[in-house]
């Protein structure tokens, strides 16, 4: 079922990772998640079909979810769902395999949404106390939305924009490479992951650094 989800899944999956490993402190959940975004190209004369298809790319990541250090202690998750803007990004399956719309609202929308969710997200904390940002990069235009929402120094998504830069948009495992980045930074950081995808969905943690 999570495969589903497209770009939010990797954090869904997290969550529910943790879930069974609070439950089980002996348990050890792996987490895997594939994209093979090259499978929906297909032949079109449509040009919104087209820049979709120039949006993404395959990828794959893995990562392994205990409760032992060292690593990154997943401390909170948050859901914010933009019901009335779900017709901006819709994912169907047809005839032709999977069928996506992908508004150019999106950004908007999902600037909109983190502004009226922050505190919820933040659990009441304002964005100067976050250490790091491990935020999906779905486009430049999405991480800009980031920024502004929550008015980041444009060093704080430095991290999202070298993986955007050197992978595209890999769907779900893509914000997994953005967090192996966090795995390299000093021990006691305080962290928020995010990534976006239909429903207008943001699915977000707040996590630490582990040494």
């Known amino acids: ?27 050890k959940v792996l987490l895997v998640n594939i994209e093979i975004c090259t499978l ?17 790319g395959d990828g794959c990541a893995a990562s392994l979810v205990t409760a032992e250090p060292p690593g990154i202690e997943l401390d909170s998750f948050c859901c914010t769902v933009a019901d009335e803007r779900r017709e901006l990004m819709t994912w169907d399956i047809r005839d032709h395999g999977f069928d996506m719309f992908l508004s150019g609202q ?25 250490d790091l940002w491990a935020v999906h990069p779905g486009g430049r235009t999405i991480l800009d939305a980031v920024e502004r929402a929550l008015s980041l120094d444009p060093a704080a998504l430095m991290p999202s924009r ?16 953005v967090m ?6 000093p021990d006691g950081l305080l962290g928020c992951g995010m990534s976006f995808g239909p429903g207008l969905t943001a699915e977000t943690m707040l996590f630490r650094t582990v040494a």
């Open 1 to 27: 079922m999570i495969g589903f989800m497209g770009c939010y899944a990797a954090v869904n999956g997290l969550k529910l990772a943790r879930h069974i490993v609070r439950s089980d402190s002996r348990a």
């Open 40 to 56: 929906h190209i297909r032949e079109t004369r449509e040009l919104e079909k087209l820049l979709s298809f120039c949006l993404w």
């Open 106 to 130: 999106v950004p908007t929308a999902v600037q909109q949404a983190l502004r009226r969710n922050q505190d919820a997200i933040l659990s009441g904390r304002p964005p100067e106390a976050i």
């Open 162 to 177: 070298e993986v955007l830069r050197r992978y595209g948009n890999m769907s779900s495992p893509t914000v997994m490479f």
């Open 180 to 185: 192996e980045e966090m795995l390299k930074k």
